[in-house]
């Protein structure tokens, strides 16, 4: 279906122009998959899945003992598979109604139950420091103290913490 990618406003630029620019190119070419909820032809929310990993080298010490520590001891490597959240936005038309939350628990569940392709323990996401609160509401757990940069956090969720 062809939707009006350009009416979609969320209230962050860069959100925006990432689903009316670079979604298409990014889903032909392999590198995220763009899904977008709809009511009625409106375009509601919008986020890209694409595979991650976590790794020892972009944790720092204490925090990596928290996700190594998860594993037996025979099982712990030097970095863990995952998929990653890439693009995450509700428009402000639809905003604080839960929507947000609802598709993470969509997201969640579809995730848990494929069981067919290649084997993940994380979710990732680099959230943006106002959507911390966010994700933390839905479950994820910020990986380091410090930002990796400004804008955003690494946050996991990890798929057998029940
Ligand atoms: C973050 C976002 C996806 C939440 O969507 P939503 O449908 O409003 O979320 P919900 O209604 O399920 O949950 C609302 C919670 O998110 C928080 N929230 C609302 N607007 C927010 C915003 N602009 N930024 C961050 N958090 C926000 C609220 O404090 C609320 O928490 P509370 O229930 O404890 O009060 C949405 O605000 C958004 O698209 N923001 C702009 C883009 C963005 O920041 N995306 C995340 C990129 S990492």
Redesign the pocket.
């Given at each position: 279906m062809d939707y009006k990618l350009g009416e979609f406003d969320?209230?962050?630029d860069d959100?925006n122009e990432f689903l009316l620019v670079d979604a298409k190119p990014c889903l032909n070419l392999s590198i995220a998959n763009t899904f977008i909820l709809e009511d009625d032809g409106r375009i509601v929310?919008y986020f890209c899945l694409l595979n991650d990993k976590i790794s020892r080298t972009e944790i720092t010490g204490s925090r990596w003992k928290k996700i190594k520590g998860r594993f037996p001891k025979s099982k712990q490597f030097r970095s863990y598979p995952c998929i990653k959240i890439g693009?995450?936005?509700?428009s402000l038309d639809?905003?604080?109604?839960?929507?947000?939350?609802?598709?993470?628990d969509m997201i969640k569940d579809f995730l848990l139950k494929e069981q067919s392709s290649s084997a993940f323990r994380y979710i990732t996401?680099?959230?943006?420091l106002?959507?911390i609160?966010?994700?933390e509401?839905n479950g994820f757990v910020q990986l380091n103290e410090k930002d990796e940069n400004e804008h955003?956090r690494l946050m996991f969720y990890d798929k057998l913490v029940i």
């Open positions: 969320c209230g962050d959100l929310a693009r995450f936005a509700v639809y905003r604080g109604k839960n929507i947000g939350s609802d598709l993470m996401v680099d959230a943006y106002s959507a609160h966010f994700y509401k955003t």
